[in-house]
């Protein structure tokens, strides 16, 4: 058992406990934000990436009604046309860093996930969300631009290239329940009991076998972007060396010995 610590930056904190971390947003009311934001999730997800200790990251908003609203407009709309073209593509860099690591990384929804906001969860691995949380979509078609930072992109290869069309043209917002039967959203909680499963859910794989569960996660993550045929033999790679792994070892012996597994992350 070790003890809780937190980080706290400008616009948002870092709390780490038992192999989890949470990032807690709190840049103003609706979580709008700047190249500063983004520079200290990319910060965050940096010191997390070299702390062995955690093996999953949940995303979590402060703000009662919203996860994020996406980028401020006040602030696209000073800033000059390259600048933004550069913002985007840090931010697109930053959350592809979630996806390389070996973290599992979860975006607890408990208000409305925009624009940004959204591109933001699609960043992660998994999306939980509350059935009360609001909207979730890419208005971004309303503002005469595209959803650029990801949203075109993950959105397509999550839901469909179909779909993803129709939600990133008509810029229209679902409702919890609605972007479930889609996939975009992997759970729908009760939205009181919302952050308190999410954790219940990350505890539960930070505790399990966590060296296969990382690798679980770059072989499908990594192996998207291949042809089928690369793709098998990187999974294949992946698999040698979990062979080798002391979890593969333990896994077999107390499978076999019918007792609990003493998982080191080995």
């Not at 969860?121 to 309303?142: N, Q, T």
């Amino acid at each position: 058992m070790t003890t809780a610590t937190t980080t706290k930056k400008q616009n948002l904190s870092i709390v780490k406990d038992n192999g989890v971390a949470e990032i807690h947003l709190h840049v103003n009311k609706t979580n709008s934000y700047s190249l500063a934001f983004y520079q200290d999730l990319n910060a965050a997800i940096d010191e997390i990436r070299f702390d062995p200790e955690i093996k999953v990251v949940v995303l979590v908003s402060d703000m009662p009604k919203f996860f994020s609203a996406g980028a401020d407009i006040n602030f696209l709309k000073a800033a000059e046309p390259r600048f933004k073209t550069q913002f985007c593509l840090f931010c697109n860099e930053t959350l592809d860093k979630m996806a390389r690591s070996p973290q599992i990384y979860i975006a607890c929804l408990e208000g409305h996930t925009v624009g940004g906001g959204l591109e933001m969860a699609l960043g992660c691995d998994l999306r939980f969300m509350g059935d009360e949380a609001g909207k979730i979509g890419l208005p971004e078609v309303s503002l005469g631009v595209l959803a650029g930072t990801g949203g075109t992109q993950r959105l397509a290869r999550l839901v469909g290239f179909s779909r993803a069309l129709d939600m990133n043209i008509t810029g229209d917002t679902l409702l919890p329940q609605e972007a479930l039967e889609i996939g975009l959203v992997n759970k729908v909680y009760p939205q009181a009991e919302t952050r308190a499963k999410t954790l219940e859910y990350a505890r539960k794989i930070a505790n399990s076998a966590t060296y296969a569960t990382s690798n679980i996660k770059l072989s499908i993550m990594n192996g998207k972007e291949m042809p089928l045929n690369v793709a098998i033999r990187y999974e294949g790679e992946l698999q040698n060396l979990l062979f080798r792994s002391e979890d593969a070892k333990e896994g077999l012996s107390s499978f076999l010995e019918k007792r609990p597994a003493d998982w080191k992350g080995l």
